[in-house]
């Protein structure tokens, strides 16, 4: 059929076409979706987790073609990942992340040059463009997850090293915070203080998620205590320190998961993260109480659309590769070595 004409279909022929090619494609097709992607996306998914975790299960899968349902810096390191032969498809390629847009390789190198480089590990989170993962892992340095920041952290420190951390403050705060560090230094590019460097037992860019970042409040969660005394707020560390402190646990969107699934049949949740997220664990969750924090969407884990995804897969039963995501070599080999330098240490 002709794309054009997919804005025409209504939703339900829209979601039997997309049926209909996977099962067409059948083992050549895997699609990896990120727990953010909304209800119509998830539905189709042949495993639903975290970044890291999603890429990690598209290198070893034997498909020719991973159609991955998340932002751009996703789709990127499931391509660095994966074997050449395969070919990754993102079906918005407009669906970027603002925190991984706080750290450019021209800034952060503009801060590398300043730091003694003997002293200093650089660790990104994964919520990073290709370059700084590429960046860390030619200087030495890794990726993290939010699963994993606090161990990564240590491994540092027991090397009498200093953590350079990119991009996300409040990530970098939290887990500094829990270690007891307490030596930390904001460091944006258009300010740069040597001084501070000197000082610091950990740099933190200066980059935080507008989704977690702005709507969640320490009011809210008391808000949310007087109201169901009984519940337990558990929030994402992307949230700010303030927020993390006045909440009873905090974690990775599979710690929260697992915390919600795990826990007994009448227990109430509070969840400070992102909406879609915290709605499906509400309906899939139903001898519990589960509530949104307060609502907060990120509306770039929202670009990709049923129909963004029935095109792409036309695109793949056709055998047309037009826009498939392609990383340089260099940047990809090096950004392969801080994903398996984590990997080795998780
Ligand atoms: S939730 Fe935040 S970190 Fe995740 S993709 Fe959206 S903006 Fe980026």
Redesign the pocket.
Known sequence: MDKKDINLLTDSEVDSRISKLKSELGSDLFMPV?H?QRDEIVKFADYTGD?LELSRISAKTNAKYIVFC??Y??AEIARALASENKIVFLPNRS??????DFASIEDVEKVWVRMNKDEFIPITYA?SHIEIKAFCGENGGLVCTSSNASKLFKWVFNQNKRVFFIP?KNLGINTANELGVKNYYIVNPSNIQDKEIKKADVVIWDGY????HYVFTVEQVNEWRRKEPDAKVIVHP?CRPEVVNASDMSGSTAKIKREIEESNSGSKWVVG??YNFVNRLKNNNTDKFVAPLEISI????SKITRRDLLKTLINVKNRDFTEQIIIDSDISKNARVAVERMLELS
């Open positions: 990120h953010y970044s998340g932002v810096f996703m669906a970027g992340c603002p925190l991984a919520n996300d998620c507008p989704v977690h992307e993260t992102e990120c509306v770039n884990m």
